[in-house]
């Protein structure tokens, strides 16, 4: 069996989580081959074959160009899978090779058994098996899910080239402003779930924050109502954090938040559901209701 990986590079700089698509490439027990838009000053450290396209010939992405190149490498290759990161890149490129091979597409997998693919429903909450019907088929795995895995070694390079046509030019990437919140440098960070009730209760997050001298965070649900502005989102599909200290106040840990903190030095998750998908991960889990716990511990942090 044989897997082509897609991997990721940004101004230059190979992206870690590329080495979660090899992690994914194990769980299937394929062989992996590599096609990467880049540089070979940012080269994996990789021993197969990989498939370099010029990013300074033809960007970093540009969605018709990298589809006709990675078209070329199946076509040669013949791979049972192609394997994306479930990213702004691998959503948006996915679904065309899968079109243009008339193949089948699994989206946002967090584990593999058996040849079947995982996939979170319900909010994280519960799991559903799926299996591809065609013979070939086009996944994205949810960043954070699979253990990363640097092979070693340096790769065989064939150099890819292309004479396709493309009305999109790849122009960089814009700064964020200056109001986005940097939590990445944080050392502790108080992050709010839905489980925190309402909007009113989030003053007990930001009070924590502000007496441990931490910064506060929130999930996409919290965010998506409003009650804590989208700068300060954790997750797949916000910031990625490592503080020495973080507290979860009633976030129930679906996958794409517990990939935006795997990298956190210590977790402890504060929840009244002691079979939340967090505790697996949490180094300290306190089974109680987040609005009755916080004001008793920030009164204890408090006393002299």
């Not at 040849?115 to 909450?125: I, V």
């Not at 960043?143 to 396709?164: C, E, V």
Request: aromatic share 6%; net charge negative; charged share 20%.
């Amino acid at each position: 069996m044989k897997t082509l990986l897609i991997g990721e590079s940004r101004e230059g700089r190979l992206l870690n989580a590329t080495y979660e698509l090899f992690g994914a490439s194990e769980k299937l027990k394929s062989e992996p081959i590599l096609f990467l838009a880049g540089t070979e000053a940012g080269l994996p450290s990789y021993a197969g074959t990989l498939y370099l396209a010029d990013a300074k010939k033809y960007g970093e992405y540009n969605p018709d160009l990298h589809k006709n190149m990675i078209l070329q490498v199946v076509e040669k290759e013949n791979p049972d899978y192609v394997v994306f990161l479930h990213s702004s890149y691998g959503r948006d490129l996915a679904p065309r090779i899968a079109a243009s091979l008339r193949i089948g597409q699994v989206s946002e997998v967090v584990d593999i058994v058996d040849g079947t693919f995982e996939l979170t429903c319900c909010n994280a909450r519960m799991h559903r098996s799926v299996r591809v019907s065609t013979p070939r088929a086009v996944v994205t795995i949810q960043p954070g899910a699979f253990s990363p895995i640097r092979p070693g070694g340096t790769p065989l390079i064939q150099a890819m080239q292309t004479d396709a046509l493309s009305s999109i030019e790849f122009a960089g990437y814009e700064p964020a402003g200056p109001e986005q919140i940097d939590l990445g440098k944080a050392g502790i960070i108080i992050s709010a779930g839905r489980g925190i009730g309402t909007k009113e209760n989030t003053a007990l997050i930001w009070n924590l924050a502000r007496i441990l001298g931490g910064e506060v965070g929130a999930s996409r649900p919290v965010v998506d109502a409003g009650w804590i502005e989208h700068s300060r989102q954790i997750g797949s599909t916000g910031q990625t954090v490592s503080p020495e200290l973080y507290i979860a106040c009633g976030i129930s840990g679906a996958i794409q938040h517990l990939a935006g903190i795997k990298n956190s030095g210590y977790i402890v998750a504060i929840n009244k559901d002691r079979d939340a998908p967090i505790g697996e991960i949490a180094d300290a889990l306190v089974v109680a209701d987040v609005t009755q716990f916080l004001p008793a511990l920030t009164e204890r942090v408090t006393k002299p």
